[in-house]
């Protein structure tokens, strides 16, 4: 019996299950059943390029008009790559009257010796093996759009003839092939001076039943688009069928590639704006941003990012992205990346500008689209794409660099955060998909150990926050191990060195030592010697002498402060990345908030001693609690609120936010106004104390 499971207007489900006694042994097989045994013997192996030619749509997608050019455009990326790789001004394309067509570059040309192991020529190796080929330990190539070592091959199993002609080391050779076989092995076929590669192929038409002519156009609008991605190279492209030629070189590479995009439109600001950049990224965890004129070290992974974008008036966008100059259709982590700092850029320049409020919604993704024009260009050593058709970049640490996270920054720089946690836009259909999709989270590492805890436990931390992300229809996702990656960003001290963190911290320290020590010290050993008697005999008032005894030690802070400054670069390599200016104003309120403590601190001691006693039981419960030698957020809040009222607590804070995280005076304020109040305070105590003991 066949039991009905769901009637739905015309559909019908049915089980094919028959659980009676009574029903037959044999199953009921249907047209499509295969033979009733299955042994070894029915496992086949496809050898050499035969797989290709079995499944060409695995290696170019299908086998009509656009399987035909992609066999084009893997010719041309092998070119492509000697430009990449600095060897090839000019590439050649030509459509011949017979049907097949030619690559030509002026390159190193493909080498042709024997091959050490395999023991065949180099040439016929890399144009007859799968996974055979130059480009897998980045030694001839750093960057190439080739990653498997099938393209040539590819298109050679797929032609029914294919020639390669190689000119090196002062002659040319020539190998032939016909759907992946060897016609003719390696001869050499004259002289040359020049160098390059010369691939002559004709589409097999067993394999592309649909057709076998090339199209000009479309090959045109990827030698142009070529052109564009590598500024300087030449990309000449003929038609011998239709006498048709083109010639294209740019200086300014994808800007003018935008421009071109956008020629009849009515643009919003006349020239695109282009940002590039060249990143060390061999520290996934903390990618950098290489100087200008940077030499790369041996052993650096190192990739490249060009965005040129400019604004017509028009309510569609056009966004080309493109990894090793290789054009991504469907977009990655490139595009995803781009379009989150976009908006977030936008975003935070329209709230600083007053252009937005507080209260009014913030730009969303839809906006920034309107009128765009973009494209977007990433050279990376090792791109990870979805198929051989490469029609996706998936290397997860691109998005977290071409993002720029402005308003994360700013507030680890300001410290007004010491975490920031970034969730990619695509993160849910993501996970749904399998991609893993990688969580930024970026870290105020200048005091590493309050950053190594917090940094150890981020995993979970992440996967508690985003539980209501992986909820319902994702429930399944939120398993062990998660399904994403979290990647650090340790900013400000990367390497996480002890001495970077203290030694700001410590300057603090000595200043408050030397400076309340030094006064409360020397003013009472005036006292004992009668000096001060003196002093007071003369028609002076008591905050003119306060003045005038501890004004000389301002010149022993400044002395100090230049001296620990100058060894704190030279010896500890500490940077100071933030404003002089915002350093000047605490570092001299500091100084005068400790001589008015050190003055303070004589007018209560009857002796040196006393005073050298009572200015370290003031200075030790001050060093502990500051926050120089434990984490600040670490401490109880009860003991924080203690900590608050206490001057190197906040010069602590300022000094460190300055010099290491280079935090503006703005951003600082806080610290300043608490540094400007205990000096009125301070100042003001030890001149009272002075009058009560004059009087």
């Known amino acids: 019996m066949k039991t009905p499971l769901l009637r739905a207007g015309k559909y019908h489900l049915f089980t094919h299950l028959d659980m009676s006694e009574n029903s037959e042994k044999t199953p009921n097989r249907g047209k499509h059943a295969g033979n009733e045994s299955y042994g070894a013997a029915d496992i086949k192996r496809l050898k050499g390029l035969k797989a290709v030619r079995e499944r060409p749509g695995m290696y170019i ?48 040309g493909i080498p042709v010796a024997m091959h050490p192991e395999e023991k065949v020529p180099t040439l016929e190796l890399v144009l007859t093996n799968l996974h055979a080929g130059g480009k897998f330990d980045k030694g001839a190539y750093q960057v190439s759009g080739g990653l498997n070592g099938v393209g040539a091959k590819c298109v050679n199993a797929l032609s029914d003839s294919f020639i390669a002609e190689v000119s090196r080391e002062g002659e040319v050779h020539q190998m032939k092939f016909c759907r992946g076989e060897v016609t003719q092995s390696i001869k050499v076929i004259g002289k040359t001076k020049r160098t390059g590669t010369k691939i002559t192929f004709h589409p097999d038409p067993e394999i592309f039943v649909a057709t076998q002519e090339f199209k000009y156009d479309t090959l045109v609008r990827r030698m142009r ?18 006498n048709r030629a083109d010639k294209f070189e740019f200086k300014e590479g994808i800007a003018e590639y935008v421009s071109f995009l956008n020629a009849n439109e009515e643009r919003l600001f006349e020239k695109p704006i282009l940002i590039s950049a060249e990143v060390d990224f061999t520290d996934l965890a903390n990618p950098r941003v290489m100087a200008d004129g940077e030499k790369p070290k041996p052993g650096m992974r190192r990739m490249t990012l060009d965005v040129a974008l400019q604004y017509n008036d028009r309510y569609d966008e056009m966004v080309f992205s493109y990894a090793n100059l290789i054009n991504q259709p469907e977009g990655g982590t490139h595009l995803s990346g781009f379009r989150s700092a976009l908006t977030r850029v936008i975003n935070h320049y329209a709230k600083s500008n007053n252009l937005i409020k507080d209260k009014d919604a913030k730009l969303n993704g839809d906006d920034m689209r309107e009128g765009l024009v973009a494209v977007i260009s990433v050279k990376h050593p090792d791109p990870k794409f979805q198929s051989q058709n490469k029609t996706r970049l998936t290397n997860p640490e ?163 402060t ?10 500890f390599d500490v940077p100071f990345l933030g404003s002089p200016l915002a350093f000047f104003v605490g570092f001299n309120l500091y100084i005068i908030v400790n001589l008015a403590l050190g003055f303070l601190i004589s007018t209560i001691a009857r002796s040196q001693m006393q005073a050298m006693q009572i200015s370290f039981f003031t200075l030790l419960p001050t060093i502990l609690l500051s926050g120089f030698m434990f984490p600040f957020d670490g401490m109880p809040i009860a003991v924080q609120w203690i900590a608050e009222v206490l001057p190197l607590t906040h010069f602590v804070r300022l000094i460190r936010g300055v010099m290491l995280r280079g935090a503006s005076l703005s951003a600082l304020w806080p610290d300043v106004l608490a540094l400007i109040g205990f000096t009125l305070v301070m100042m003001t105590l030890a001149i009272l104390r002075f009058r009560k003991r004059l009087d």
């Open 61 to 108: 997608g299908d086998t009509n008009e656009t399987g035909l050019h992609h066999c084009v455009y893997e010719i041309v990326d092998n070119s492509i790559d000697e430009a990449l790789a600095g060897y090839c001004k000019s590439i050649k394309v030509e459509i011949h009257a017979d049907g097949s067509l030619s690559v030509e570059d002026d390159g190193r």
């Open 398 to 560: 691109v998005e977290g660099i071409v993002t720029s996270a402005e308003e994360g920054d700013r507030a680890l720089r300001d410290g007004t955060a010491s975490f920031v946690v970034v969730i990619p836009p695509d993160f849910e259909r993501d996970v749904v998909r399998g991609h893993s999709p990688q969580i930024l989270l970026a870290a105020d590492a200048s005091d590493p150990a309050a950053a190594g805890g917090a940094v150890a436990a981020i995993n979970g931390i992440v996967t508690t926050a985003i539980s209501e992300t992986l909820s319902g229809a994702l429930t399944y996702a939120a398993s062990s191990p998660p399904p994403f990656s979290v990647v650090v960003h340790r900013q400000f001290n990367p390497e996480g060195q002890t001495s970077t963190n203290i030694v700001p911290g410590l300057l603090a320290i000595i200043l408050s030592m030397t400076m309340v020590m030094i006064t409360a010290v020397a003013i009472v050993r005036e006292t004992e010697r009668g000096t001060m008697e003196t002093l007071i005999s003369t028609p002076v008032r008591p905050g003119e002498v306060m003045l005038g005894k501890i004004f000389p030690y301002v010149f022993v802070g400044y002395v100090q």
């Open 562 to 571: 230049g001296v620990f400054l100058a060894a704190a670069r030279i010896l």
């Open 225 to 242: 688009e070529l052109a564009f991605l590598v500024p300087g190279i030449t990309v000449e492209m003929k038609d011998q069928r239709t």
